[in-house]
């Protein structure tokens, strides 16, 4: 290779990796002084020990007030059969008819804007750090008969009134993870989400393990509301590395022994971008979030985004009547990790471009992420799911492969897993190998 120019003066002294470390928010409502006594604080550098003694996080309330306790009423007539225009963002009054055009959440508390102007971590109330003691029972005192009804919030969030027939949602954003700030209802209904199914899976029908085939029932398909973080961050990122621009390539040797080789500049390139990123989407289940791939598909869920999560509505459990949802066990300081990563990710590809100069790459060795301000929003997103469990080899409860197709609830994307017979890939490989080989002797006997 040919000499290298002189090396640029050193850069900051950030340390490598993937980003270096990001002190965690406090808890919200976290009351007193850091827990560090006074010879440890002064020890930290000044922004992190600023970090720690700073206030809590200022919450943004996003409840909503005009919702009654337990109750979805209609703002005409206050019946409480309530349920979801399908294919719409609107409720309809299953009693007197109406329809009312639910408000976004963005619209309502702002949360659209001021990405740019974002310091430290805000948080919705939705978004609050889950209790370890919070009750997954709640207990509603019907307002049309005064009778006592009790929610499960592990399974439901709507229940019916045993006594008279008032419909009762869980409104209250309790501390247990049920209750986001907002909704994105489905606007696939169930007999397109299947349709989709059945395509993706015609297409891979031949082969496909006989079991799933026999088995195949796309109408068992199940809409659920998953879980997500949606956050707005600024932030800047550093990079330093090296980067090659090819000067000469030549081949020396013959026949098999030919080696090609090539000459390069080698610069050091350093890089800094400031930039804001809005709606970002973090799975807050961990078990949706346990990309496990010798046990299960979970990541298809990943290929269906993105959700316009711009049209999220506020929180109303009558969207959720006839679909099933899960609640979020994870909070702020699970994903900042999560978070750190995809903004270095995002860094990065907004550098790409201001180093396309360098033909042979650039090698980042040095990285660092400094998050500036972000702003978290709890919301539940539409996915329908069809579900198969293909047994493991030796039979055992718990073993083999759980396999997933989804519908994106909003625009339709459909990706999937499909248990494949293997020894029908080997034949069709071994068989494209002899085609290809019996090619390459027709063109070479030419």
Sequence with gaps: MSPSPPPAAAGPAWPAGTGSPQD??????????????????????????DELLAPDPPTIDTAAKELRDGLNPCPRCGSTEVRHRAG?????????????????????????????????????SGARDIAADAEHLRSYKCGGCGAEVVINTETTMTARCHWCRHVLGVNEQIANGAVPDAVLPFHIEKDDAVARIRQFVEKRRLFALKDFKDQFTPENVVGVYLPYMVVDARGSADAAGRGEIQTR???RGQGKNKTTYYDADVYSV???VDFTVDDLT????????????????????????PFDTKNAVKWNASYLVGYTSEKRDRDVQHLLPRLQEQMLSIARAKMQPSVQRYDRGVRWERERMDLKGTRWVAMLLPVWLYSYHQPGPD????SGMLHYIAVNGRTGE?????????????LAALSLGTVVEALVLWFIAR
């Design 414 to 426: 459909t990706m999937g897993s499909v248990p494949v017979q293997k020894w029908k890939l080997l």
């Design 24 to 49: 965690q928010p406090p808890r919200p409502g976290q009351a007193g002084p850091s827990p560090l006594d006074p010879q440890q604080l002064e020890q930290l550098p000044k922004p992190v020990r």
């Design 249 to 251: 390539r030549y081949t």
């Design 88 to 124: 719409t963002d609107r409720l309809v009054c299953l009693y007197c008819r109406h329809e009312w055009a639910a408000t976004r959440v963005e619209e309502a508390f702002g949360l659209g804007e001021g990405i740019a102007e974002l310091r430290g971590t805000q948080v919705a």
């Design 282 to 305: 973090l799975e807050s289940s961990a078990k949706r979030g346990n990309l496990d791939t010798s046990r299960n598909t979970h990541n298809v869920i990943n290929t269906i985004l």
């Design 395 to 398: 039979g055992r409860p718990g």
């Design 270 to 272: 350093q890089r800094h």
